[in-house]
């Protein structure tokens, strides 16, 4: 059997979205013939080309000479007259730049910064004009950035309305009550048809595969999924077709709109493995009845569905379970090389997500918590908590690492179970001591107290970079309300411990929650700006809650439990997971200037002055009062400063030295010095000849450990006083 798995537009542009590489590694295991391909950037390329360009010129003359008939706003007509000045420009440089955010020609960065003529639209001049016009070679790729920014603004005015590099039609498919709806998008859509369609005819041309396997992670990747089906059906293949990923696990559960079968034969949910598995081993005529975790259209046109689990399907989960343990990405598809790093930010945190390659892998299947109120936790595939097994994961990313020169790993979990963690970091730890290079990783955390202090340096040297996590709400009765699982004293200790040991840290934040006051989203921006004041948060994003029919506090409103809560159901037979609530509107002021104030955080700016007043400044109708001290973090600060002291003390855990490698060195009259480096500086302990010596044997041998000692044995076998122990803990020995 031959599958061909894709991922439609539009993803991520820095590294493949990792689902079809699981399925790739999983259907090989299988021994099914499979080739991975990437649309979402192959898409992106096409369209940002020279090529790709003359397309959006000709639309762009076209709406040019059109609203100058119909004496549009000077506004309009001046952008598009400047888009034609530099058409040639534009058509020059395109392909420079896309090579050069590819890694290509680093030599380009000079030019970049030195050209006297190049394009500028809005957003390169607004990056110019924040740097005086003028930039180094070092921000080269920022400047390039913001040009892709501008014609992805042109094609989006004259070509395509619903383009967006990441989120192409999102609006249109999330929680769309209708398929008629999407059929009227897809079948309206210039740039799939003008630039994706040509692309999947040369792809029908290497042949059609027994099984066309299509994720859908995201809304924005369903009019790409349903064009990439249609063109398979359209080249006349008896191909098997398939729809599965994040969105169809989540928005089509409960799907009634057979519609979206006249472009697939299954959609697939949750991990895709048993699905899969269940779709494989029909036979020619198809099912005689519901199949695992797969729905499909019946004789009689309404959806069969298998998601409800039913007897007889034991050995088909049995082996979902070992796959979601076992089953690691398989990269051998994947041409990193036409990934692009682009620099959308200047904060060092934010652009973790976009100017870096990274290798995605994940520690463990769902949430060790899965309490938070707001979250899908009435989905398996979150509340259903599963650990990955260490040795395979390990042995996918030396593969992955061999081949492509990267070494950078992006954990995405729903967070990131401590033991599994911990034990990734000793293994990492090992692959150093051997010889081998190390990998560099980061990733979803919560914020609780399994972060301690020195996990958190730990794991810092274990390659551990940067962190994000959800705050949500950032005051005493947000953390309550959303069931956080820790109050803001404890939040406030991890982030001390986090940024002491040098993690980058994000925050995720909500506002617009049920029964949220406007006082209370106030009160949780001023905490938010208290946190950036205290160099705790690196970066944040505000979301603005969505209730969903798969979250805990929707279970718990249909089990009469929230009778305060008021969705607002709307008939639909096809996507319907997101819900309106009577009572958001009020929250409306809010979405521009809690964005606004980010920003200038992030950017280290107003983090003098109080969030009301920035609120208000940045364009919030009206301010509200705020019930938040003026130094409540840094009080808090003080509190876990000296909660983490006392923790020092801890005796009991494994032991692991993080520092430089130990030496004893002679003084006078029979004083020695234990000396090693910690943090790039030097420390050092006084104590008799027979104790250094004893102390550089056991210490520089336990250097060269990945697997940590019991502390207290250690401790026993140093021989040291309490006050010298207090100085190792202070600066190398780690208890875990």
Excluded at 77 to 93: F, G, H, T
Excluded at 592 to 619: N, Y
Excluded at 634 to 659: C, Q
Aim: charge should be negative; proline fraction near 5%; charged fraction near 25%.
């Amino acid at each position: 059997m031959k599958a061909l798995l894709v991922q439609p537009p539009f993803t991520q542009l820095n590294a493949p979205y990792p689902a079809i590489h699981y399925l790739a590694a999983f259907l090989r295991s299988r021994g099914v013939e499979v080739r991975a391909v990437d649309h979402s950037i192959a898409l992106y390329r096409e369209v940002f080309s020279r090529e790709g360009l003359k397309s959006a010129f000709e639309a762009a003359r076209k709406q040019l000479a059109a609203t100058a008939d119909a004496a549009s706003d000077e506004a309009t007509v001046s952008q598009l007259e400047r888009y034609i000045s530099y058409e040639k420009l534009y058509l020059e440089w395109v392909d420079p730049i896309v090579a050069f955010l590819s890694g290509g020609d680093p030599a380009f960065a000079h030019r970049l910064s030195r050209s006297a003529e190049m394009p500028i639209g809005m957003r390169a001049e607004a990056f110019l004009a924040a740097r005086d016009g003028g930039i180094e070679p070092d921000e080269a790729r920022g400047l390039a950035t913001a040009i892709l920014e501008d014609i992805g603004d042109l094609v989006s005015y004259v070509l395509d309305p619903s383009f967006s590099t990441v989120r192409y039609g999102e609006r249109i498919a999330a929680s769309a009550s209708s398929f008629a709806s999407i059929r009227e998008a897809l079948d309206a859509s210039p740039l799939l048809e003008s630039a994706y369609a040509p692309l999947l005819a040369a792809e029908w041309k290497r042949g059609t595969p027994d099984y066309l396997l299509v994720s859908v992670p995201f809304p924005g990747c369903l009019l790409g999924a349903l064009a990439c089906a249609r063109s398979c059906r359209a080249a006349g293949s008896a191909t098997r077709i398939v729809l599965g990923g994040g969105y169809v696990s989540t928005e089509l559960r409960e799907l009634h709109d057979t519609g979206i079968f006249d472009f697939c034969d299954y959609l697939s949910f949750d991990s895709g493995f048993g699905s899969l598995t269940a779709i494989l081993g029909l036979g020619k005529d198809g099912p005689s009845g519901p199949l695992y975790k797969t729905m499909y259209r019946g004789a009689d046109g309404r959806v069969l569905s298998g998601i409800d689990e039913t007897p007889g399907n034991d050995a088909v989960r049995e082996l979902e379970d070992n796959a979601i343990a076992s089953i690691e990405p398989d990269y051998a598809d994947a041409d990193f090389g036409s990934y692009l790093q682009v620099v959308d930010s200047d904060n060092p945190m934010h652009r973790l997500w976009s100017d870096s390659p990274w290798l995605k892998y994940r520690l463990a299947q769902g949430c060790y918590w899965h309490r938070c109120e707001f979250c899908d936790t009435e989905l398996e595939y979150v509340a259903r908590f599963a650990p990955v097994k260490l040795d395979p994961l390990l042995a996918a990313a030396d593969a992955a690492s061999r081949r492509t020169g990267l070494y950078g790993l992006h954990f995405v979990d729903e967070a990131m179970p401590m033991a599994s963690l911990l034990a990734f970091a000793r293994a990492n730890r090992a692959r150093a001591l051997a010889g081998a290079r190390p990998f560099h990783y980061w990733g979803n955390v919560r914020f609780d107290a399994s972060w301690t202090a020195d996990r958190c340096e730990y794991l810092a040297a274990s390659g551990l970079v940067a962190v994000a996590g959800g705050i949500e709400i950032a005051t005493e009765a947000g953390l309550e309300m959303t069931d956080k699982g820790f109050d803001l004293a404890h939040l406030v200790q991890t982030l001390v411990a986090m940024k002491s040991a040098g993690l980058l840290v994000h925050a995720y934040l909500i506002y617009g929650f049920p029964g949220q006051s406007r006082e209370e989203i106030a009160d949780s921006a001023e905490v938010c700006r208290q946190l950036f004041a205290a160099g705790l948060v690196d970066s944040a994003f505000w979301h603005r809650f969505v209730l969903t029919r798969h979250s805990r506090m929707y279970a718990q409103w249909c089990a009469g439990d929230r009778p305060r809560l008021a969705p607002i159901d709307r008939p639909g037979d096809f996507a319907d997971n997101d819900l309106r609530f009577d009572g958001e509107e009020i929250f409306d002021e809010f979405d521009g200037p809690l964005s606004a104030s980010l920003d200038l955080w992030m950017s280290g700016r107003g983090l003098d002055e109080s969030a009301g007043r920035t609120l208000k400044e940045v364009g919030l109708a009206r301010p509200w009062p705020c019930s938040i001290a003026e130094g409540l973090v840094e009080a808090l600060i003080a509190e876990a400063e000296a909660r983490l002291d006392e923790a020092r003390r801890k005796r009991d855990g494994i032991a692991y030295w993080i520092a430089g490698r130990p030496s004893a060195r002679p003084l006078e009259h029979d004083r020695w010095r234990l000396c090693w480096t910690y943090r790039g500086e030097a420390r050092e302990i006084e104590m008799p000849r027979q104790e250094a010596l004893r102390a550089e044997r056991i210490l520089a041998a336990f250097a060269e450990e990945s697997g940590g000692r019991v502390h207290q044995e250690l401790v026993a076998s140093l021989g040291l006083d309490e006050s010298d122990m207090t100085t190792l803990r202070s600066a190398g020995l780690v208890v875990t």
